[in-house]
Every structure is written in structure tokens, then in C-alpha cells.
């Protein structure tokens, strides 16, 4: 079987910050603002571009990056819960496509696992190299609110950010080597009340998070503590510590750096995190990572190994 590997990871930032204190819902409600700010939320960053035009500006940085000719590109997978303007899965994909030069890559969306789209999008590249139905898959998360929609996301867990974050997934050695993938799901989640429920909620998250992890850890034979570098979704320290008990990940070992910095920008969180744990030293050649990510009703753990 094919050793997987991600190679190229870069992202885009919405082009304006803000503190999180100027949210019209955070100033309505005084209590969720102090929270947030207590637990680690700062600011929020924003676009006037679309998720596709975030996504092509991202994907210019992998391509600039990745030692592979346009023409190879197989597939660009297109990972996104922002689905609120028809054009952001049609024409606009399809301009994307054509700016970056890659007018006959064929293009697939990613979009019911909602935050935790990176790793639904990462097992289906994964599957494609694996059976030699592709040898290069453009892989990109890309989000933005809808307008006039909150930023706050219940109950009081962050702040949505613009954004997006793309790499390459090829079976040529790259900058991480995909060492595993799980996801779990409960779909009656979904009729939950995500304040009145918010701790039955959190329970199955970590609870799952938990279960996943160790089957990920199992496979690989590895245990929690050979894992040098936690990586989650950018949500409240107090969130993030509560996955990290539940893996046995040691809280020392977990990455906050971008939580006050970048807020939570959808399932872009895990790619823009190891950019940046690298970037800062937390995250050495020949070091393994575990990648957190969750939905509405679903959640993920990657193990990846830094090359």
C-alpha cells in the first residue's frame, strides 16, 4: 500500500482583523464575551472575497511550493460548509480552476462533515492515490460566514473566522506523512439543542474523540504518548484541554498558539495549526501529530508523522 503524504500546506486569511469584543452578539451578550475572552479568544479575521477566491489564493501558495506540473493535477477536492450563493459551487469553482490552470482537473465537493470537512476530504484523497485512480489530488477548505449570519458558535465554544487552507496529497514524500485517519459519527446529534444540550453534546464529542483516537493510535501501534504535537480545531482552551484528557494527550503537548490569533476559521483549523506549530519549532522532522477535528455530529483523528 502507497505511504500518503501532504505536501505544499499554506493558507489565506481574511484580509481584515478585528477584536472579538466589536461582535454585535458578544456585545449583546456581555457574559459570552467575557467567557470567550477568559478562555483564550482575542480577534477574528475577515474577507470581502468569496470562499472560492480565499481558496485560489491559498491554493497559488501550494502550487508555488509542490514540485509538480499543473498538467498532473488530477482531481481538486474542494472542501466547504459555505454554501449559501449557488456560484460558490459552480461558475466560481470553475474560474478557480481556470486561474490557477487547470482547466480539465476535475473538481469535487466536500461538505456534509461542516468543520470537520479536512478530514473527510483528506480520506477521500487518501483513497484516490491509494487505488491509483489519481496521483495528484489539489486539496482546499475554504469558508465565510453568510452575511448578516453570527460569528459566535454555540454554545460559546469560538468565533468563526474567514478563511481557507489547501495542500497537496500525492504518494511522493512530502511534508507530512499521513500515518492514519478515523472518523466517527452520531447523527441524532443533530436534533440536539446546542445551548439547552450543550453537555450531552460535548460528551459524545469527547467521548468519540476518545474512541477514534485510540483505534488511529491502535493501527499505527503506537500509544498517546508517542505523540509529540497535539492539533485541534480552534475552540476555547477549556474545550481544547477537555479533548486532550480524553485522548491522554498531555495538555503541554497541545497547540493554542493561533486560538486568540485567527478564532476559529472553520475546517481550515488543522492545515493553518501545522503551518504554524512547524513554523515556531513545535513541530520537528520525524515528530508525530494527532489532528483533532469536529462537526456538528461527526469527529476525526489524523496521525501524521513530520518528514
Not at 498532473?72 to 450563493?85: C, E, N, P, R, T
Not at 484523497?125 to 495528484?136: E, F, H, I, P, T
Not at 511534508?175 to 478515523?182: S, T
Request: proline share 3%; aromatic share 6%.
Amino acid at each position: 500500500m502507497s505511504n500518503i503524504y501532504l505536501s505544499g500546506l499554506a493558507y489565506e486569511l481574511g484580509e481584515e482583523r478585528a477584536p472579538i469584543t466589536d461582535l454585535p452578539e458578544l456585545i449583546a451578550d456581555e457574559d459570552a464575551c467575557d467567557l470567550l475572552l477568559a478562555l483564550g479568544l482575542d480577534e477574528y479575521v475577515f474577507s470581502s472575497r468569496t470562499p472560492p477566491q480565499l481558496a485560489q489564493a491559498s491554493l497559488d501558495k501550494t502550487l508555488a511550493q509542490v514540485q509538480v506540473d499543473r498538467t498532473d493535477i488530477d482531481v481538486l477536492l474542494y472542501a466547504s460548509s459555505s454554501l449559501w450563493d449557488r456560484a460558490f459551487y459552480t461558475k466560481e469553482i470553475g474560474a478557480l480552476c481556470c486561474a490557477l490552470d487547470l482547466p480539465h482537473a476535475m473538481a469535487i465537493g466536500v461538505h456534509l462533515a461542516e468543520c470537520g470537512n479536512l478530514a473527510s476530504a483528506l480520506r477521500v484523497a487518501a483513497g484516490m492515490v491509494r487505488s491509483g485512480d489519481a496521483d495528484n489530488v489539489l486539496l482546499v477548505t475554504a469558508d465565510q460566514p453568510a452575511p448578516d449570519s453570527k460569528r459566535l458558535v454555540d454554545p460559546v465554544l469560538s468565533v468563526l473566522s474567514d478563511g481557507a487552507a489547501s495542500c497537496l496529497v500525492s504518494s511522493r514524500r512530502g511534508d507530512y506523512e499521513l500515518v492514519g485517519l478515523r472518523q466517527g459519527a452520531r447523527q441524532d446529534l443533530w436534533n440536539l439543542d446546542l445551548n439547552a444540550e450543550s453537555v450531552k453534546r460535548m460528551r459524545s464529542f469527547t467521548q468519540g474523540l476518545g474512541k477514534t483516537a485510540l483505534e488511529v493510535l491502535a493501527a499505527a501501534e503506537m500509544t498517546a504518548e508517542d505523540v509529540d504535537c497535539l492539533i485541534c480545531n480552534n475552540y476555547t482552551f477549556s474545550v481544547l484541554r477537555a479533548f486532550a484528557d480524553r485522548v491522554k494527550i498531555p495538555t503541554a503537548r497541545l497547540f493554542t498558539d493561533n486560538v486568540a490569533q485567527t478564532a476559529h476559521v472553520f475546517s481550515a483549523d488543522n492545515l493553518i495549526n501545522l503551518v504554524a506549530a512547524r513554523a515556531s519549532g513545535r513541530i520537528e522532522p520525524n515528530q508525530r501529530v494527532m489532528a483533532l477535528s469536529t462537526g456538528q455530529c461527526s469527529w476525526s483523528a489524523s496521525l501524521l508523522r513530520a518528514t
